[in-house]
């Protein structure tokens, strides 16, 4: 048996949620509630990392926010073009130190930013199971916005993150329009091997 959902289907039986979840970007121009956007953070505290360390940070703005403009500001035009219909916009930032058990001083994490896509995940599945869609971009003015929102000189700012409800694809500009819909993926023969690397 196989998995079908959102226009999309699995090879093998898989949960429903994981073709579920995708990156749009036309969204309906309505703020997130708190209650859904402390569920997908939530979601994202769960995630595992190396020792525990949790080195993920979310700054976030919704669109009713005085920093909104701000945030929408840090991206780059292109992806300010649409993400400005977006509910809330966040900023996945992590700590590329850890405190492993028994230590007494940092060391490096080898796995911040690994650990830090856990947690991207967990909250991008949730959003899914709320309706809603986040869509991660890499698109962003790093520099700037590590300087505007505070971020400490030794994090590291992963991505920026539009989330909202998915909206009408006519919102968008032609050429765009033509890519909203869930992606496929490569199959499972490009991307797995046993016993070594064979691709």
């Known amino acids: 048996m196989i998995t079908i959902a959102n226009s999309?289907?699995?090879?093998?039986?898989?949960?429903?949620?994981?073709?579920?979840?995708?990156?749009?970007?036309a969204f309906k121009d309505e703020v997130i509630s708190d209650a859904d956007l402390m569920s997908m953070f939530e979601a994202a505290r769960w995630a595992p990392s190396?020792?525990?360390?949790?080195?993920?940070?979310?700054?976030y703005?919704?669109?009713?926010?005085?920093?909104?403009?701000?945030?929408?500001?840090?991206?780059?035009?292109?992806?300010q073009s649409w993400a400005k219909n977006a509910g809330?916009?966040?900023?996945l930032v992590s700590n590329p130190m850890m405190r492993t058990p028994g230590a007494e001083q940092d060391v490096p994490s080898?796995?911040?930013?690994?650990?830090?896509?856990?947690?991207w995940n967990s909250l991008a599945l949730q959003a899914a199971r709320l309706d809603l869609q986040a869509h991660a971009m890499v698109g962003v003015d790093f520099d700037k916005a590590a300087s505007d929102l505070g971020v400490p000189a030794d994090f590291r700012?992963?991505?920026a993150v539009a989330i909202g409800r998915p909206g009408d694809k006519a919102q968008l500009p032609e050429a765009l329009q033509a890519r909203e819909l869930p992606s496929p993926r490569k199959p499972l023969a490009e991307i797995v091997s046993e016993g070594r690397y064979a691709f």
């Open 8 to 25: 999309r289907t699995a090879d093998h039986v898989i949960d429903p949620l994981f073709l579920e979840r995708w990156s749009p970007r």
């Open 157 to 159: 700012i992963e991505v």
């Open 110 to 119: 080898r796995s911040h930013s690994f650990d830090a896509g856990a947690a």
């Open 50 to 59: 190396a020792y525990n360390s949790q080195p993920w940070r979310f700054i």
């Open 88 to 91: 809330a916009l966040v900023f």
């Open 61 to 79: 703005t919704k669109r009713d926010s005085i920093s909104w403009e701000l945030f929408l500001g840090l991206l780059n035009p292109f992806n």
